[in-house]
């Protein structure tokens, strides 16, 4: 079955950075576009970049652009997304996605705080 595994969360200060990880399973994770989204307290969720299934187009939310970047590696079946110059509205459940699918993994949470 599909798994997605979400890691690398954690308390940040602003300014700081953060890496996080998605493990993927259960599908061609090569063939297939990959996003993360967040959902932030009390909000919907956003999605916030995608990558093509081989890594040569990015797409991104106009908060993130130029902070975030999303970056994949089909072989190791990962997909990841650096986060810089992270700022407190940053703060949200990260979660990743094969575009266009209903799966979920259970999200990794990001806090900006000082």
């Known amino acids: 079955q599909v798994q997605l595994v979400e890691s690398g969360g954690g308390l940040v200060q602003p300014g700081g950075s953060l890496r996080l990880s998605c493990a993927a399973s259960?599908?061609?994770?090569?063939?297939?576009?990959m996003s993360w989204y967040r959902r932030a307290p009390g909000k919907a969720r956003e999605l916030v970049a995608i990558?093509?299934?081989?890594?040569?187009?990015?797409r991104y939310v106009d908060s993130v652009r130029g902070r975030f970047t999303i970056s994949r590696d089909n072989a190791e079946k990962m997909l990841y997304l650096q986060m810089n110059s992270l700022k407190p509205e940053d703060t949200a459940v990260y979660y990743c996605?094969?575009?266009?699918?209903?799966?979920w993994g259970q999200g990794t949470q990001v806090t900006v705080s000082s």
């Open positions: 990558i093509n299934s081989v890594g040569g187009t990015t």
């Open positions: 996605n094969p575009v266009g699918s209903a799966y």
């Open positions: 259960g599908f061609t994770f090569s063939s297939l576009a």
